[in-house]
């Protein structure tokens, strides 16, 4: 069983920056890719990237490409979600995913509680 829990979710201006961060709390951490999704309420949750197990891959969905960047460090358990030049359509509750690969939530088995990102005009 993986357990997920994000942070650094917040209220910032268009513009600006935000960091989220994914902690696992199991050893395991660097053998499995991790995602992450986003949903407005009303909305299906969306694809917003992809990091494999050791790092060397990723994938972004097109509406955040070259303003969003994922990594992770497995010596902490952690990946993370840098977001920059944020604008108010990126408002949304963020979750990462574990155990999968692909853009639909379908793929992917685990999933955190989620972080709340709201981007002000």
């Known amino acids: 069983h993986v357990q997920l829990v994000e942070s650094g979710g917040g209220l910032v201006q268009s513009g600006g920056s935000l960091r989220l961060s994914c902690e696992a709390a199991?050893?395991?951490?660097?053998?499995?890719?991790i995602g992450w999704f986003r949903q407005v309420p009303g909305k299906e949750r969306e694809f917003v990237g992809a990091?494999?197990?050791?790092?060397?891959?990723?994938d972004y969905a097109d509406s955040v490409k070259g303003r969003f960047t994922i990594s992770r460090d497995n010596g902490k358990n952690t990946a993370y979600l840098q977001m920059n030049s944020l604008k108010p359509n990126d408002t949304a509750i963020y979750y990462c995913?574990?155990?999968?690969?692909?853009?639909?939530?379908?793929?992917?088995?685990?999933w955190g509680r989620g972080t709340q990102v709201t981007v002000s005009s």
């Open positions: 199991e050893s395991t951490f660097k053998t499995y890719n």
């Open positions: 990091i494999n197990y050791s790092g060397s891959l990723t």
């Open positions: 995913a574990a155990w999968g690969w692909g853009a639909t939530d379908d793929k992917w088995n685990y």
